[in-house]
């Protein structure tokens, strides 16, 4: 049984890093890629990032001056980074096989002082 | 980057009812390998996305097939063949031809 599984801080301030990890089952992250996808309260979707099975990364442009992405195979984790935080940042984040076919549950993220 | 528009924004329709909901991209999405990299994901309250249609319009294993997907190049649609209650809730296309991969805006479907 596949499961993803997002953690991390619920609440950031402003000007600070989040760090969020998902933790993954039932499947290989040598074999599968995984992307961040994030969701502001009441908008819609924006992808974030993936980490692709041999461990190459794309970001959106839009934020990759700010996002880092990277892995632990051996834990089955990828970890997300993000800095200079801002409140627009505030969202549910999620990470997905990178076909979209199975998400985690998301993580609320409240950047605020 | 790909800019997906889709229409309408909100969707009213009875039980039973059949509707459909249009994705048009900003560019061609077809890739160089041959295939088209657009998907069809149903949010429920609360929920995370669930995928329903990827490569244009193959179903989801376990989606029921009163959803079906068209098109081709620039201009996609989902059919849903008899909306049943838990088909409530916002249809997002996701494009993932192009780096970055985007999202439409989403449509809400809502009963009548």
């Known amino acids: 049984q596949v499961q993803l599984k997002e953690s991390g801080p619920g609440l950031v301030q402003p000007s600070q890093t989040l760090s969020l990890t998902c933790t993954v089952s039932g499947l290989s992250l040598t074999s599968n890629s995984v992307s961040w996808i994030r969701q502001p309260p009441g908008k819609g979707l924006e992808w974030m990032g993936v980490?692709?099975?041999?461990?190459?990364?794309d970001y959106n442009s839009a934020i990759k001056s700010r996002l880092s992405i990277s892995r632990d195979t051996s834990k089955s984790q990828v970890f997300l980074k993000m800095n200079s935080l801002q409140t627009e940042d505030t969202a549910m984040y999620f990470c997905?096989?990178?076909?979209?076919?199975?998400w985690g549950q998301g993580v609320m993220v409240t950047v605020s002082s | 980057d790909v800019v997906l528009t889709q229409t309408p924004p909100t969707l009213s329709a009875t039980i039973g009812q059949s509707v459909s909901i249009s994705c048009r991209s900003s560019?061609?999405?077809?890739?160089?390998?041959?295939?088209?990299?657009l998907n069809w994901l149903l949010q429920r309250p609360g929920q995370p996305p669930q995928l329903l249609i990827y490569?244009?319009?193959r179903l989801e294993s376990g989606v029921p097939n009163r959803f079906s997907g068209s098109g081709s190049g620039t201009d996609f649609t989902l059919k849903i063949s008899g909306v049943e209650a838990e088909d409530l809730g916002v249809y997002y296309c996701v494009q993932s031809t192009h780096a970055p991969y985007t999202f439409g805006a989403g449509t809400k479907l809502e009963l009548k």
């Open positions: 560019q061609s999405l077809l890739h160089s390998n041959g295939n088209t990299y």
């Open positions: 980490i692709w099975s041999n461990g190459g990364t």
């Open positions: 997905a096989r990178w076909r979209l076919d199975y």
């Open positions: 490569l244009v319009s």
